[in-house]
């Protein structure tokens, strides 16, 4: 129930497409869900977040969509530019008082955008 | 821009050993975390560390794996008797707060155990 699913496992896209990634969760005491963008040799970084009160934020090129329902949620990435190219790892934690915030991992989709 | 560093960036070891990994959180941050990678892996939780203690852990922090915040910026961890499947990137991270809060991850220590 701790788990969470991420797909595809790799990606290309050609410049300028759309570039899909999704997850899936099972715990339903998830309240935070955020994205990390990692490149080789260097450590995830945050790219953007959403909580459950909302089902849809954006952040420039970066959008996610969150269906609370499906216990899904999804990263678009705009525009995909070849700058673009790493790998995404969905995330869920729970923030709630007597959580820790630990952030439980998708197995990450490597994303290559063709120029 | 504050970082959370790590030392070293890489360590090779031979099973059996002990190793330790040295990370220095952002100056006013709260909360530290250990992950780990195994290559092509995802991302796992380790283990949380809040107001000098062990909040939570997971199941792969076993007795063999220790935490410290030996000073008051310096947050280690200690592999007592290193396996082979011990090798992995371990991560370092950091959060002002639970939250609302992102967390900061430092760059990594990939652990070599031969």
């Known amino acids: 129930q701790q788990q969470v699913k991420q797909s595809p496992q790799s990606l290309i896209v050609q410049k300028g497409g759309i570039s899909i990634i999704n997850c899936a969760y099972e715990?339903?005491?998830?309240?935070?869900f955020p994205w990390y963008q990692q490149f080789p040799g260097k450590g995830p970084a945050l790219l953007i977040a959403i909580r459950p009160d909302v089902s849809e934020k954006k952040e420039g090129r970066f959008t996610i969509s969150f269906n609370k329902s499906a216990k899904q949620f999804s990263l678009h990435i705009m525009d995909s530019q070849p700058g673009d190219s790493a790998t995404y790892f969905c995330?869920?934690?729970?923030?709630?008082?007597?959580?820790?915030?630990?952030?439980?991992f998708g197995k990450g989709t490597k994303l290559s955008v063709k120029p | 821009e504050p970082e959370v560093t790590q030392t070293p960036s890489h360590q090779v070891t031979q099973m059996g050993q002990e190793v330790i990994l040295r990370c220095v959180p952002i100056?006013?941050?709260?909360?530290f975390y250990w992950y780990r990678q195994i290559l092509g892996q995802k991302v796992e939780f380790l283990v949380s560390f809040y107001n000098n203690e062990i909040s939570e852990k997971s199941e792969i922090f076993d007795d063999q794996f220790s935490v410290e915040r030996p000073d008051g910026s310096n947050f280690t961890l200690k592999i007592r008797s290193t396996k082979l499947e011990d090798s992995a990137m371990y991560f370092c991270?950091?959060?002002?707060?639970?939250?609302?809060?992102?967390?900061?991850f430092g760059p990594g220590t990939r652990l070599t155990v031969t």
């Open positions: 715990n339903t005491a998830f309240d935070y």
């Open positions: 991270a950091s959060s002002v707060r639970i939250r609302g809060s992102e967390q900061y």
């Open positions: 995330a869920a934690s729970r923030e709630q008082a007597g959580s820790q915030g630990n952030l439980i």
């Open positions: 100056s006013n941050h709260l909360y």
